[in-house]
Structure formats: C-alpha cells, structure tokens
C-alpha cells in the first residue's frame, strides 16, 4: 500500500514497525501500537485506520485500568433524562462540543470520568447539578423542569406505590386474632422478611409454593407454640391452601425484599420470587426461625406438584369447602411434621 510521505513529497510505499507502549496519560497500560514508516526516507508517517486501531486499542486498556467511563454511559445518563448533548454539557459545565466527543469514543481524563461517573451513580447529586445550572442560567426552565419533575415523580410514585400496597394488604387481611388466622395479629414487615428469606434458601420458589409455605409455616407455629407467625388467613383452593382472597398477588409486588419474575411457560405463566438478599432475621424470633427452617428443609427440594399433593393430604384442605377459610384447628392433625 502507499500513502502521501509529507518529507519525500510523494507517494511511498510504507512498513509497520509495532513499537511499546509503557504508559498512558500516567497510567501504566504496557501494550503497542503500530507505526507506519516510509520506506525510502524511514520517517513516521500518518496513516489514520492504523492510528485509529492503535487508539482504539489504548483507550481500551486505559478505560480498563483506570476506571474510565465508556461512552455508553453517558448515552444512558441523557436518555435517562431525554436530554441533549448540548444540554448535558451545559449542566456539567463543559466545552462546547465535550460532550459529543466523549461519544464519539474520546477519552475523559480520570478527573472529568470520575465526576461524570458520580453524577451517573448518584441522582441527588445529579439534580444538585442541574439546579445550580439553573440557577447560572446555563439551562432553561423546560430543561430544568423536565429533569427536576421527572426525578421526583419516579421517586415519589415507587415509594407511594410500595406503601398504598402495604396499607391495603393491612386494610384487608388484618383481623383480630382468632382461630383463622392462629390468634395473631398481622404483621407485614415480619411477612415480607419471611418470604424473602424462603426466596433466599429455595431454588426457583413460584407464588403457588410460596402459599404452601407460608401456611404449613403458621400451621406448624401454632402446633408447637398455639400462635402463629404471619397472622395471615389462609382459604381451601384448587391447588392447597392459600392466602385469602389471592392477596399474595399484591404482597409479591413488594419490592424492598424480593421481586416477582412472571415467565411464560408452556403450561402458561408461571410467578417466581427472588431474594434480595436483605432480609433482617432480627425480625424473626430464634423459635419462629427454627419453624421457618423446618418447613424450609422439609419442601425445598420438592416440585410444585409434589408440595400441592402434600397438601391436598392435610386434615385443614381435605375438611374445609373450596373458597373457605381453613381453621387453625386442624394444626393439631398436621401430617407433613409429625
């Protein structure tokens, strides 16, 4: 191949000599880049695909080494946000055309990365940055109100969301204590540590288990102990014993502990529930942890049939009327834990 030799004043033909790379902007990256060398005055030449691999292939090793941002995440902040380049740089504080170079593939120094990447990872911080732009009159109220307004809203309508469903949940499942629901009162922190740590210790755990878990739990409770540990009412449905009304629909949508994962299947849609990881067992007495534990060991390794047809053997589901409430009576005559 030849290209255009600025010192020879011609075009010539050229060989690449790779050559060591220790360092970059300070930081020790030790790799190569290549080097197009004319053949006949052997001067550096320019030749911009070989440049723009050596780059490529620097900058990667320099992102890599000193946890420098990629462009990517800075797409994701202004999509985040559905703001422009222009308006990004304007509320960061930047040149001009930063912004769209960064984009591009152009390398930030460690000092500008770090910054951006805070921003990135913390939205308060963030919104401190656009109203101080605001405030400069870097940014325009449309920016700013976009921005401000959509933060708060996604903020406000998740925290709202999570306590109008704890407060409905307690609004119709909580009942003074009787024999439906073991003589305990409702309480829907210690239930959501609960589930979460079943989630923990129980592969693929589905919502139908989860019912069969939480009643034989409270059953085997008020065996040993005559009280049970959620206070929750539990109803004779087709597939076992379950918590009344469906309302472990609307408990599986808290997310502060767990998540539901809904997959289509086959045999149609199936529920899971996934630990967080952030259960507090100081929320569960020693005693009620060990009752935990035992229904734990006694299913987990059973399949959603199996922990169905366990059921559908007790005293409490085979006695009472589909759709009934299932008395606490019948922990007395509990197979499953003799």
């Known amino acids: 191949m030849k290209v255009y030799c600025p010192y020879c004043k011609k075009e010539v033909e050229y060989k690449i000599e790779k050559r060591d790379i220790k360092d970059f902007r300070g930081i020790e990256i030790n790799t190569y880049e290549n080097v197009a060398v004319c053949k006949e005055c052997h001067q550096d030449l320019y030749v911009n695909e070989i440049e723009e691999k050596n780059n490529e292939r620097i900058y990667e090793l320099y992102r890599e080494k000193a946890k420098i941002i990629k462009p990517q995440d800075i797409i994701d902040l202004r999509e985040k946000y559905d703001i422009s380049q222009r308006e990004l740089t304007a509320i960061l504080g930047f040149g001009k055309m930063t912004i769209n170079r960064y984009e591009r593939g152009g390398v930030p120094t460690k000092a500008q990365s770090d ?3 805070l921003l990135i990872d913390n939205n308060d911080k963030f919104i401190e940055k656009v109203k101080e732009a605001h405030k400069n009159g870097r940014i325009n109220d449309k920016t700013y109100g976009k921005i401000v307004s959509e933060e708060l809203n996604v903020n406000i309508s ?3 969301i999570q306590d109008n469903i704890r407060r409905y949940l307690k609004l119709v499942l909580n009942r003074r204590p009787d024999i439906y629901n073991g003589y305990k009162v409702l309480d829907i922190e210690k239930i959501e540590n609960i589930v979460s740590y079943i989630a923990s210790k129980v592969k693929n755990l589905t919502i139908t288990s989860l019912n069969k878990y939480l009643w034989y739990i409270d059953m085997l409770s008020f065996k040993q102990r005559s009280v049970a540990i959620t206070g929750l009412t539990y109803q004779n449905q ?9 309302k472990y629909d609307e408990l599986s949508l808290l997310d502060d502990k767990y998540i539901r994962e809904d997959i289509e299947t086959e045999n149609g849609n199936t529920t899971k529930i996934i630990s967080n990881g952030n259960y507090d067992l ?12 035992t229904i734990i060991k006694t299913l987990k390794n059973k399949t959603v ?10 005293e409490g589901w085979k006695k009472t009327k589909r759709f009934e409430r299932i008395s606490f009576d019948y922990a007395m005559d509990l197979n499953i834990i003799k």
Do not use: R, V
């Not at 087709?238 to 469906?246: A, L, R, S, Y």
């Open 115 to 117: 910054y951006i990447k």
């Open 158 to 160: 998740k925290e709202q």
């Open 238 to 246: 087709k597939f076992g014993p379950t918590i009344i009304d469906k």
């Open 282 to 293: 100081n929320k569960i007495s020693y005693a009620e942890k060990e009752i935990i534990d």
């Open 305 to 314: 049939t199996d922990i169905s047809e366990l059921s559908h053997k007790e």
